[in-house]
């Protein structure tokens, strides 16, 4: 590195202007961080069953016959023959329902017990998403697998334990609660251990395996029959999703529509949070713009000298390398301190947040350092033609 | 090196009828070991003559060439090596960093291409008389300081061919003599050849052919 070349550039930097820039890229990269960030924290944890509508769950409208009379709206084969021929339906699958009681148990210590009447259902694998590798039961001393809806944590962690003050939990713990469950029917009761392995977003139940279901639908429930469905997963083809809005309503389908109120609040949060993320982007632009023309006012100011570098024999390469050390020691700067300004207000918002209950995971991603990262290094190369084209342009010789 | 004008006139000097000058408007060359001196009174272009030379302007008629090629065609980093390498120059105008100190001046070409190490260039200071000012700020220096660190400036690279446009302007005689032998003497240990411009009076530096401009 030639150190006297620097010194000439030295003179003529403005140092105010580019203490205001710097002010603006903090202010900026910290929004479009935090922005991001909550994408990642809140918004991955809600995503709502509409944008992954691939997968779909159908039920029959119930009406008010179905409690008048005490029938059960179920689908008639015909109807899902007529369904499987949409060209909007790739494939179905039919929930098994139990027939035996299910009770679950927790102990709590201290002789304390809560017990609770529970429902399972069954669909086969492939539908279930999410699915852990100990979604799986083969013997009849097994512990009995458990996927539940993440509708139902959520419900807990802010609505009931807000309330009632009560603790929140995290998915982590509640793998860890032991369960108990006893099983009757006409064949006798049998208990079971438990544990809930994973979470569904995709369908708002609690699923055992399938072949458990249909173990204990014979052993326990003496259940021989098959079901009629009253509802179904599908999977659509998104291609032909135009016609099933119409097809569905003049069927008398429903879709799952339990998710669209989160989907709500979400589109609005998503709408916030995409403004703070706009802004930032502009902050950013706007001092990177403030930045080149400052340097472009480096390159005025000092025409003479550079001309007479050029005259002693520089060239522009180095000329430029130069002077673009200057910015990239000043990017490097502001780009340190604004991880540090992301990091520090991040984790006390993150504190704020969670103190209300709307935080209970923090994913530990590298995508904001990456995008910082990312973007320090496209803004130095721009920089760095940025200089060499200001040099170029003024002093043809 | 070879340099070769053909018909060269400077736009300024375009038209100008009355020049009795060996060289605007001539065919001729300068070969290697020869020790140019191009006089003439005021205004008659030496500086041009030396800036068409040295690539900072291109406002003429004719064609000037070096080692047989057209230097319009040089691109600028061809020029960039050619003054890094073959061709030093003394400017008139001296053309400092006048916010710099003379040392860094002087630091500013060693840094970029140099022929000899920095001790040997920092006794130049005192061979010139001008070692106590040499952490002074050029701005502060006297005409005759400034234009020896100039010459030393000259001196730091390697050449084949050293431009001197008015070498002595602001030299005592005894100063001059001094620089006159340094430059000499270092051109000989380059075998470089210079070319120097002077009102007509100059007697410092030996010739091997003049020519009025």
């Known amino acids: ?63 008010i016959f179905n409690t008048i009379l005490n029938s059960k709206s179920v689908l008639e084969q015909r109807e899902i023959d007529s369904l499987q021929k949409q060209p909007f339906i790739e494939k179905i699958g039919f929930f098994t329902p139990n027939h035996f009681r299910v009770w679950a148990k927790v102990s709590a210590g201290g002789g304390l017990e809560f017990a609770t009447e529970l429902f399972f259902e069954s669909v086969a694998d492939e539908f279930v998403d999410s699915r852990p590798s100990n979604f799986r039961w083969t013997d009849p001393s097994d512990p009995v697998p458990i996927i539940v809806s993440e509708d139902f944590i959520n419900l807990y962690n802010y609505g009931y334990a807000i309330s009632s003050g009560l603790p929140q939990i995290s998915k982590g713990t509640v793998a860890l609660i032991p369960l108990e469950i006893e099983l009757s029917g006409p064949n006798g009761k049998k208990t079971f251990s438990g544990k809930i392995v994973g979470y569904s977003e995709r369908i708002s139940s609690v699923l055992v395996p399938l072949n458990f279901m249909q173990w204990a639908n014979k052993n326990i429930g003496g259940f021989y029959g098959t079901d009629k ?8 083809n998104k291609k032909y999703a135009g016609g099933m809005d119409k097809y569905l309503s003049s069927n008398n389908l429903l879709i799952n529509s339990d998710k669209l109120g989160t989907a709500k609040l979400n589109a609005w949060g998503k709408i916030l949070v995409d403004i703070l993320m706009v802004i930032g982007l502009a902050f950013v632009l706007f001092s990177f713009v403030i930045v080149l023309l400052n340097f472009s006012l480096i390159i005025t100011e000092a025409k003479t000298e550079i001309l007479l570098l050029l005259q002693l024999g520089y060239t522009t390469a180095t000329i430029t390398k130069h002077l673009w050390l200057y910015m990239a020691v000043y990017m490097t700067i502001v780009f340190a301190f604004s991880a540090v300004v992301y990091y520090s207000s991040y984790t006390y918002l993150n504190k704020i947040l969670t103190s209300r209950g709307l935080f209970y995971e923090d994913i530990n991603s590298k995508s904001p350092l990456l995008l910082l990262l990312l973007s320090y290094l496209i803004l130095n190369g721009l920089g760095y033609l940025f200089i060499m084209n200001n040099i170029r342009k003024r002093n043809k010789v | 090196m070879n340099i070769s004008f053909k018909k060269v006139t400077p736009s300024p000097l375009d038209g100008v009828t009355d020049l009795q000058t060996e060289i605007w408007g001539k065919d001729f060359e300068f070969v290697t070991d020869q020790y140019i001196k191009i006089f003439a009174p005021s205004g008659k272009g030496k500086s041009s003559f030396m800036h068409l030379l040295y690539g900072l302007r291109n406002d003429y008629k004719g064609s000037i060439c070096i080692d047989g090629k057209d230097i319009k065609t040089f691109s600028s980093q061809t020029w960039a090596t050619v003054r890094q390498e073959k061709i030093s120059m003394l400017f008139q105008d001296l053309r400092l960093f006048l916010d710099l100190t003379a040392l860094e001046n002087i630091k500013l070409k060693y840094e970029l291409k140099s022929f000899k190490d920095w001790n040997s260039l920092e006794s130049l200071f005192e061979r010139l008389n001008i070692a106590h000012v040499k952490n002074k700020p050029c701005a502060h220096l006297s005409y005759g300081e400034r234009q020896r660190v100039a010459i030393i400036r000259a001196l730091v690279q390697p050449f084949e061919v050293l431009l001197l446009d008015e070498p002595f302007s602001h030299l005592d005689r005894n100063n001059a003599e001094i620089a006159s032998e340094l430059i000499q003497e270092e051109c000989r240990a380059r075998k470089a050849h210079y070319i120097y411009t002077s009102l007509g009076s100059d007697v410092y530096l030996n010739e091997t052919k003049a020519f009025r401009l």
């Open chain 1, 1 to 63: 590195m030639k150190k006297t070349i620097l010194k000439i550039f030295w003179k003529v930097t403005k140092l105010n202007t580019l203490l205001l820039s710097a002010l603006g890229f903090c202010l900026g990269i910290s929004f479009v961080l935090i922005g991001l960030k909550i994408y990642q924290n809140v918004f991955s944890s809600f995503s709502s069953e509409l944008e992954k509508s691939d997968f779909v769950v159908l039920s029959k409208d119930v009406v």
């Open chain 1, 229 to 236: 469905p009253s509802r179904l997963i599908v999977k659509t």
